[in-house]
Nanobody, 124 residues
Framework: QVPLVESGGGLVQTGGSLTLSCGATVSIYSINTMGWYRQAPGAQRELVATITGSGITDYADSVKGRFAISKDNAKKTVSLQMNNLKTEDTAVYYC??????????????????WGRGTQVTVSP
């Protein structure tokens, strides 16, 4: 597994903005997809946004037009710009990166790593 580090969560009022960022703590050979998921109390984890290595994005209907996912190919990081936040956006947000890692053996093993989560709280 490739350890991930997330940052950028916090408390914001309705209508405010936050930016989440995530990156690996070790070098990555290649990336297949990067994404953000969230889990509200009592709910299942759900997809928020994903971006492929070629830049194709996908968003949950609930965040379209408000959130934007982007990546930095050189730094191999992914960010989520969240605008016009609503109370229903309150959740723990998890970063996910899937790709191939370097190894001491032969080839480049695949990985599917998750961050520990960062809390986003939107107050009325």
């Amino acid at each position: 597994q490739v350890p991930l580090v997330e940052s950028g969560g916090g408390l914001v009022q309705t209508g405010g903005s936050l930016t989440l960022s995530c990156g690996a703590t070790v070098s990555i050979y290649s990336i297949n997809t990067m994404g953000w998921y969230r889990q509200a109390p009592g709910a299942q984890r759900e997809l928020v946004a994903t971006i492929t290595g070629s830049g194709i994005t996908d968003y949950a209907d609930s965040v379209k037009g408000r959130f934007a996912i982007s990546k930095d190919n050189a730094k191999k990081t992914v960010s989520l710009q969240m605008n016009n936040l609503k109370t229903e956006d309150t959740a723990v947000y998890y970063c996910n990166i899937r790709g191939r890692a370097y190894s001491t053996g032969i080839g480049y093993p695949t990985f599917d790593s998750w961050g520990r989560g960062t809390q986003v709280t939107v107050s009325p």
